[in-house]
């Protein structure tokens, strides 16, 4: 076996089937979901919320 959970091979799966990857790596801090990481770490989890999240991909935050 490659070491890798059913949870973790199904996601890869799932991923190629929709022409991405599955990265273990964190995200770039200029993308949304980094920006989204910084706030969180910030501001801590409970301040995500949805408006925060669309800020986040519209390049707002």
């Known amino acids: 076996m490659n070491g890798k ?3 973790e091979i199904s996601a ?3 991923a190629m089937m929709l022409g ?3 990265s273990y ?3 770039p801090a200029d993308s949304p979901l980094g920006r989204l990481e910084a706030y969180a770490e ?5 301040a995500v919320t949805p408006e925060i999240v669309r800020l986040a991909r519209e390049g707002k935050l």
């Open 12 to 14: 890869e799966f799932a």
């Open 20 to 22: 991405g990857t599955v």
């Open 42 to 46: 910030e501001h801590g989890e409970d």
């Open 5 to 7: 959970t059913p949870q």
């Open 25 to 27: 790596d964190p995200p």
